[in-house]
């Protein structure tokens, strides 16, 4: 059983950034892909970024590339999604979520563990 904690969130102003960060209980963190979604109030889970057990194989939802990195620290068994340009429409609840598989997939019925969320709000 993976636990994920996630924090980081918080408010800011468009333009603004924010680094989320995700710890996992998990000794054997470097065997899962970790992943970030989001949540904005009446609307469906959707994926963000996606990051390989070894830190490659890198991907990105459309409408965050080029303004979020995904990254991870195997030794610190944590995940950060750094959030740079922030827009309105980037306002929601945010997961983290593992997988111990190699394919990527965006749908969120292929993560088995998932964090609580932090809270993401961006002011226009």
């Known amino acids: 059983q993976v636990q994920l904690v996630e924090s980081g969130g918080g408010l800011v102003q468009t333009g603004g950034s924010l680094r989320l960060s995700c710890a996992a209980s998990?000794?054997?963190?470097?065997?899962?892909?970790m992943a970030w979604f989001r949540q904005a109030p009446g609307k469906e889970r959707e994926f963000v970024a996606r990051?390989?057990?070894?830190?490659?194989?890198?991907y990105y939802a459309n409408s965050v590339k080029g303004r979020f990195t995904i990254s991870r620290d195997n030794a610190k068994n944590t995940v950060y999604l750094q959030m740079s340009s922030l827009k309105p429409e980037d306002t929601a609840l945010y997961y983290c979520?593992?997988?111990?598989?190699?394919?990527?997939?965006?749908?969120?019925?292929?993560?088995?563990?998932w964090g609580q969320g932090t809270r993401v709000t961006v002011s226009s």
């Open positions: 990051i390989g057990q070894n830190g490659d194989r890198t």
């Open positions: 998990e000794r054997t963190f470097s065997n899962y892909a």
């Open positions: 979520a593992a997988h111990g598989t190699y394919t990527y997939n965006p749908n969120p019925d292929a993560y088995s563990y």
